[in-house]
């Protein structure tokens, strides 16, 4: 069998790599290069702070899938660093009493799965977690314990070196203007110098531009909404900061890295992203900002190094979209991952292998499917 998977972001890369130890044949196309999207945008955090139950189980097989994928990259593929950091604390703070009756009704979803949390008061948090919180500055925290971070470019090289060492192929800039189609099947993707590509088995795992292709197939599948989003890092600085926080109500998460820089992102600035626009903008800089300097003041002095925007897929449900197309018996889905594909991403990917290499139907993601209402 062979499979022209078509993204190479964490989750093409993800799916393409457990494809290719499945026996499959698989190449990989982009537009542009490795990572380029929401990937690599990504603070890289595997969190197990998700709104809905079943995408908590997925966090947490990813990761235990991604501690496998660590050791493999190590061992078999010459990763010395791996892909995988240390186990840190996350908290989600509440600005509001509102805030913080949202915050508590997804900590019964996250306690559902056997996630310990804790309900604490600022005075707790600048005590026991951040030294340099304004304790003032917020209503109340609730903090779990069960989250990873991750290296971002390791993660995506890694996969694709696992992939290659299996015969993989990988083809940068090379953007898929259009499909041959015939008796309900896809025949071959074409590039825009006509070259075209063919395989047994078409995966579109492109993110957020995977719309344009369902539209360009005419497929009616469930409708996504690209959002706005972006974020900042700073230079590096001594090793001190190991939470990630989070402030839901604003869209809003910050960590140091395992590069020592601190890291800010707004995952949804509310405001569609039809272009799938990347400049850095004045705007989503006072958003992090504020919010970063209101918690923590005295990173008012903190140089900011490089900015970014990005775009990010939405489903309507919170759900990724996985699955089969109805109209193409050839063609399977996977993406619609709103701002958790990193932490979910490895065990979806994982799943939807077998469906495509095996022909398995997977129960536990019949809620994903590409046409449910």
């Known amino acids: 069998m062979k499979v022209l998977v078509i993204g190479s972001g964490t989750i093409g890369t993800s799916v393409s790599q457990e ?3 499945k026996g499959v044949d698989v190449e990989i196309y982009d537009a542009k290069y490795l990572g380029y ?4 945008r990504s603070l890289s955090v595997f969190s197990v702070q998700q709104r809905d139950r ?10 235990e899938l991604a501690k496998e994928l660590d050791r493999r990259l190590k061992e078999e593929a010459n990763f010395p660093i791996g892909i995988f950091g240390e186990r840190c604390p996350h908290v989600s703070v509440a600005f509001t009493e509102r805030d913080y009756e949202i915050l508590r009704d997804y900590s019964e979803v996250w306690r559902s799965e056997g996630i310990d949390v804790k309900d604490v008061s600022p005075g707790e948090v600048k005590e026991e977690l951040l ?19 991750a290296f971002t ?3 995506t090289l890694g996969r694709v070196g696992l992939m290659r060492m299996k015969g993989g192929k990988v083809y940068k800039y090379r953007e898929i203007k259009d499909f041959d189609t015939g008796g309900g099947r896809i025949k071959a993707a074409v590039m825009e110098d006509g070259h075209k590509a063919d395989a047994d088995v078409f995966v579109v795992a492109g993110g957020a531009k995977s719309r344009e292709i369902a539209k360009k197939l005419d497929d009616p599948v469930k409708p996504i909404r690209v959002t706005t989003a972006g974020g900042f890092c700073t230079e590096p ?5 190991k939470p990630v926080i989070t402030v839901e109500s604003k869209g809003y998460r910050l960590t140091q890295t395992l590069r020592n820089e601190f890291a800010a992102v707004v995952y949804d600035m509310g405001i569609d992203n039809p272009s799938y626009d990347i400049e850095e903008s004045l705007r989503l800089l006072e958003r992090i900002a504020t919010v970063t300097v209101k918690l923590f003041p005295s990173f008012a002095y903190i140089n900011v190094l490089r900015q970014w925007g990005a775009y990010l897929d939405y489903t309507d449900d919170g759900l990724p979209i996985v699955g089969w197309s109805r109209k193409y018996e050839n063609l399977y889905y ?7 594909g990193f932490s979910i991403g490895t065990a979806v990917a994982a799943r939807a292998a077998v469906e495509i290499a095996d022909g398995r139907r997977d129960q536990f993601l019949e809620d994903f499917r590409p046409y449910r209402e």
């Open 19 to 21: 494809l290719a130890d």
């Open 37 to 40: 999207g929401a990937t690599s």
């Open 54 to 63: 079943r995408l908590v189980k997925l966090a947490l097989e990813s990761v």
């Open 131 to 149: 030294p340099w919180v304004d304790e003032n500055s917020f209503y109340r925290a609730l903090v779990t314990y069960d989250d990873y971070k």
């Open 153 to 155: 470019f390791p993660f």
């Open 237 to 241: 600085y001594k090793y001190l900061f």
């Open 334 to 340: 996977i993406y619609g991952f709103n701002n958790y």
